[in-house]
């Protein structure tokens, strides 16, 4: 291939594959790795406790997991390059506050406060690369939310860049939620009553990035002869013609519900041997909400389409000048 009809983007991407070990076109995988299997985590735990007199406390828990869990690894080099390495790495925060008072000899109160944060950032490791560095037109880089190698596949072969299977290996989920509740204990006699309030924030924001950086397939389609013989798929790379491609735009979520609760309870004694439990429970939960409204909930058939005016045709194809129909979001 003459050096000025090879694309920019395509010599990059191909000086990124390893060498292989072999220097023969046989047919056959010239490059032959055992997979070295990535595997880390650590915990830590810290745990206080304070008493300021005799009647208050305060106590508190911190929990920290971070996991990096299995993953393959083929590539010697150039692992944001390597079509199977996609770490899943999880990060748990923990975090709990206790207080303690009693106001007197026969009552106790209990106030807590809670925060969990779980975040998986699907294959976030491999985003270590920039794919503007290979030569791409800045108007397509410039909206890469997810900035990883784009996915390329060779026919006959190989992949460049790891692949969005569809089970979420791309997508950043971070589960929060915190919560406070208070609890009153009064002994009165032969009775414990016990009186108290619970409220939660639960919450999830997820953005499926999916492959944002692109998908791009070559096959000997471009320079294979007009009967279709010969031609190379590593060419058709070279000469930056792709058969087939595409690329997903990120959005992110932010869904959340709250949680109320209260209740009332007696614990009555009547007789040594005998404790009567009684009491009343009262909760209440928002339905599911999404920060931004981005929920859709029907279709207007009657709506004013934000497509009018810029398809004519299809106007025409209805048989008027208007365009209508739309979603219907929550909120």
Not at 74 to 91: I, Q, T, V
Not at 185 to 199: I, N, P, R
Request: charged share 20%.
């Amino acid at each position: 291939i003459p050096a000025n009809l090879m694309d920019t983007v395509g010599r990059n991407i191909v000086n990124l594959l390893p060498q292989a070990d072999t220097q023969v076109s046989n047919q056959s995988a010239n490059y032959n790795r055992t997979a070295r299997i990535q595997d880390s985590a650590d915990q830590f735990m810290f745990k206080g406790d304070h008493k300021f007199t005799d009647k208050v406390s305060l106590s508190g828990v911190y929990l920290y997991n971070k996991t990096d869990e299995p993953y393959n690894v083929y590539w010697d080099e150039n692992l944001f390059g390597d079509p199977n390495a996609a770490p899943l790495k999880r990060r748990i925060h923990v975090g709990v506050v206790n207080n303690t008072w009693i106001p007197n000899s026969s009552t106790v109160v209990a106030l807590r406060y809670g925060n969990t944060s779980f975040i998986d950032d699907c294959g976030i490791a491999i985003t270590e690369f920039d794919p503007a560095s290979l030569g791409f037109d800045p108007s397509f880089t410039n909206d890469i939310v997810l900035r990883k190698h784009p996915r390329i596949e060779i026919d006959d072969f190989g992949e460049i860049g790891v692949n969005d299977l569809g089970a979420g290996e791309f997508t950043a989920i971070d589960w929060d939620s915190w919560g406070f509740n208070g609890a009153v204990s009064k002994l009165m006699g032969s009775h414990t009553f016990k009186l108290g309030a619970d409220y939660r924030w639960i919450g999830v924001t997820t953005t499926p990035f999916g492959q944002g950086s692109g998908t791009f397939r070559f096959s000997r389609q471009f320079t294979a002869n007009s009967a279709g013989v010969g031609g190379s798929s590593l060419a058709s790379l070279m000469l930056g013609a792709p058969n087939s491609g595409e690329a997903v735009i990120a959005a992110t979520s932010e869904y959340f519900t709250n949680y109320y609760g209260a209740y009332i309870q007696d614990d009555w004694r009547l007789k040594s041997n005998f404790t009567l439990n009684y009491g009343l429970r009262l909760e209440h939960e928002d339905g599911l909400m999404e920060r931004n409204d981005q929920f859709t909930v029907g279709f207007d058939q009657n709506a004013a389409s934000p497509l009018s005016g810029t398809a004519p045709g299809l106007a025409a194809f209805r048989g008027n000048s208007e365009l209508r129909g739309g979603l219907m979001y929550g909120g």
